[in-house]
């Protein structure tokens, strides 16, 4: 799950570091309350979407030559116009994609005299094991632009989890960012109520880009993004009150509530399939086969028909979804009862889309004999490859028909 910068910055605040304070308003009228309540005379006006670049990005509606998405305003007066130019209007970032992102909330923040930009980021190193905490200098900008062009200007330290955040992993990030002195010691002191902060609160990351240095020695957290590890939820019912609805997929929360995994992707042909494992290899024999998955549909290794028809229903809610296939194999789950998933949920939808069903393992047999007595038009496949270029060809003719 992922919260807004301002819900970040909250709980920044809660664990001992230092942001710069700020307000949150959904209206102009309270954009302008809050910056009245700041002591100015620099304001930030900031839009508050789950997607980065935002000080890059611009409003659909409002053309080029507008501002983006994190203003610096002059006057209570400025904070007015930039958050009536930004509430209800879309951003569109290098990370939201062509689409943008609708602003419903600003954040309004005092201005920061800045002197120094660093970039620091806490996640789970999965090669390790570990937490790693990724130090660089090169703050502010776009951190895989640098990690491409210039690696060696990125410092990687993996916290060792029986000794917790020791001072030579701090005195690491402070020397990475040149920091001597007091600014070492905030840094160290920073290093570990984030450390402390991401186990504590299960977190899957912690980026703060920037990191900065202001004009009188201080160090603080200017931009922060936070996501929670999804597994850890039950153990924080206190984080769920930070959820957005409105950033998140609503096939995805429907998937959630049937206990389905589902990812929404780019492509046109939506997958179902048993276990991640052949989900990615569905993906890939997809990709080899020169389309694009529209959807990663796990529904698991035991699932009922009314999963399986759910799931059906879902991939079918997607517009973007030219043609589908389902890849099953029947160890634990049955072939028969996934055809009667298909089946019932085919029918209940009217199915218009080709669908193209690869069945193997446990009653295999059974299962395409209730496929083939349907009466619906569902393309049977023998193996992966086959699947494959079956429902790649099914939607280029209905592409060009
Ligand atoms: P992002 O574009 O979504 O990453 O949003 P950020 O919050 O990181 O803001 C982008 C940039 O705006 C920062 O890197 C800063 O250069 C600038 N900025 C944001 N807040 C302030 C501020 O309080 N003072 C100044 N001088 N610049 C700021
Ligand atoms: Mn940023």
Redesign the pocket.
């Known amino acids: 799950m992922n919260i807004h910068?301002y819900q970040a910055k909250e709980l920044l605040a809660k664990h001992g570091v230092a942001v710069?304070i700020g307000v949150m308003a959904t209206s102009v009228d309270e954009a302008v309350a809050a910056a009245q309540s700041l002591p100015g005379p620099?304001y930030?006006v900031?839009a508050q979407i789950h997607a980065?670049?935002?000080?890059?990005?611009r409003f659909a509606e409002l053309g080029p030559d507008a501002g983006g998405?994190?203003r610096?305003a002059k006057s209570v007066e400025e904070v007015g116009e930039d958050a009536r130019e930004m509430l209800g209007n879309t951003l569109v970032?290098v990370q939201t994609g062509e689409a943008g992102k609708q602003v419903n909330r600003l954040y309004v923040?005092?201005?920061?005299?800045?002197a120094k930009?660093y970039y620091l980021a806490l996640l789970v190193d999965r090669g390790s094991s570990r937490v790693a905490m990724v130090v660089s200098t090169e703050g502010?900008m776009d951190i895989e632009k640098v990690a491409h062009d210039s690696p060696e200007k990125i410092t990687t330290i993996t916290i060792d989890p029986d000794a917790g955040f020791i001072d030579t992993d701090g005195a690491k990030a402070a020397e990475t960012l040149r920091l001597s002195g007091g600014l070492a010691e905030k840094c160290s002191a920073l290093c570990r109520s984030l450390y402390d902060m991401f186990v504590a609160l299960d977190c899957a990351m912690i980026e703060v880009?920037?990191l900065v240095e202001t004009g009188d020695g201080e160090l603080i957290v200017?931009?922060a993004k936070i996501s929670f590890d999804s597994s850890a939820e039950f153990r924080h019912p206190e984080l769920e009150a930070l959820r957005d609805p409105s950033e998140e997929n609503p096939i995805e929360v429907e998937a959630a509530r049937h206990d389905l995994a589902y990812i929404k992707l780019d492509g046109n042909i939506g997958c179902m399939v048993n276990g991640a494992g052949l989900a990615m290899a569905t993906m890939d024999i997809i990709k080899l086969n020169g389309a694009f998955p529209a959807n990663f549909c796990d529904v698991g290794g035991g699932a009922s028909k009314e999963k399986v028809t759910a799931a059906f229903k879902l991939i079918l809610s997607d517009p973007a979804v030219e043609g589908i296939l389902v890849n099953i194999f029947g160890g634990i789950m049955r072939c028969d009862v996934i055809a009667e998933g298909i089946v019932a949920a085919a029918k209940e939808v009217a199915l218009d889309v080709p669908l193209v069903v690869r069945l193997e393992g446990t009653n295999v047999e059974k299962g395409k004999a209730i496929l083939a007595e349907s009466g619906l038009r569902i393309v049977s496949a023998d193996d992966l490859g086959d699947a494959a270029r079956k429902i790649v060809a099914e939607v280029r003719e209905s592409e060009a028909a």
């Open positions: 910068e710069p620099i930030v900031k980065g670049g935002r000080g890059k990005g998405g994190v610096i970032t923040t005092d201005g920061v005299d800045i930009e502010g880009n920037p200017l931009d």
